[in-house]
């Protein structure tokens, strides 16, 4: 039996999205791109599921798009560059409404970069390295990277890794801000498993416009960014009640108690 290209597990909110063709460095090929769109969809429509976690199978997290199906080297059906427009699952990715944790397991390359930047949260493997090869492949990126990066790391540091196509190792994502952390490979899932839980235990309606208010205020100015906050702060208050909050109040208190041990 065939292994499907993409595996879905859900347990206890949390779901886990791994690109299943470790034998191509899950490459995104157009049944894998389709894949996880459809996946996404099943998931938005699944308010049991709170947080997502991406990751990769084998050595690989995603070496970006399946060149070789791209080049016309291996059989699909249709245009495949076409196809990459219709299934932008980078946008697919962004519009998700609850928190996406990447868990990158190794190698996250052009387009695997891009799925990368496309979370919201990133744990890297001590396996992991970055690179951006599109000026080396001579195509020019579709899916946000020459924008996201330079925000998140600087200019010039994007333009040394878009200009080079050299790869950048775990350590130096994270001393880059690229990463949040970087752990063992055996520690790489449950460290991304606590990090979801942590995120559950939040306030599932506030979490979803937390994450709308940064990502659309983050392609804003600062000022147009303090004004959506503002308004979203003023809609999002007149739906609680002093006893809501009271109560949210107890919960946040107890929980630092436990964290500090007090």
């Not at 595996?7 to 791109?33: F, H, K, M, V, Y």
């Not at 050299?166 to 790489?188: D, F, H, I, K, T």
């Not at 606590?194 to 559950?200: E, F, K, N, S, T």
Request: proline content about 5%; some cysteine; glycine content about 10%.
């Amino acid at each position: 039996m065939t292994e499907p290209v993409l595996e879905l597990t859900r347990s206890d909110g949390i779901a886990i999205l791994t690109l299943n063709r470790p034998a191509q460095l899950n490459a995104l090929s157009r049944e894998l791109r389709s894949a996880m769109a459809a996946s996404l969809v099943q998931l938005e429509a699944d308010k049991s599921i709170g947080v997502v976690i991406l990751t990769g199978a084998g050595r690989a997290f995603c070496a970006g798009l399946d060149l070789k199906e791209l080049g016309g080297e291996s059989p699909t059906r249709g245009d495949p560059t076409a196809a990459v427009a219709e299934t932008d699952i980078v946008r697919a990715l962004h519009h998700f409404d609850r928190p996406i944790i990447g868990a990158v397991n190794g190698v996250a390359v052009t387009g695997g970069f891009e799925l990368a930047l496309a979370c919201d949260v990133l744990i890297a493997s001590t396996e992991a390295r970055f690179a951006d090869t599109h000026a080396r492949v001579g195509i020019l990126p579709g899916w946000g990277l020459s924008q996201k990066l330079p925000r998140l790391i600087g200019i010039h540091r994007a333009k040394e890794l878009a200009f080079t196509g050299n790869y950048l190792g775990a350590s130096q994502a994270e001393a880059w801000g690229l990463v949040n952390r970087v752990v063992p490979p055996e520690e790489l899932l449950p460290t991304c498993l606590a990090l979801a839980r942590d995120m559950l235990s939040c306030d599932r309606p506030t979490l979803r416009e937390y994450k709308r208010v940064i990502d659309e205020g983050f392609a804003r100015s600062f000022s147009e960014g303090l004004k959506l906050e503002q308004e979203a702060s003023r809609e999002h208050a007149r739906q609680l009640s002093p006893e809501m909050i009271a109560a949210r109040r107890a919960g946040v208190q107890q929980r630092g108690r436990s964290q500090s041990g007090a």
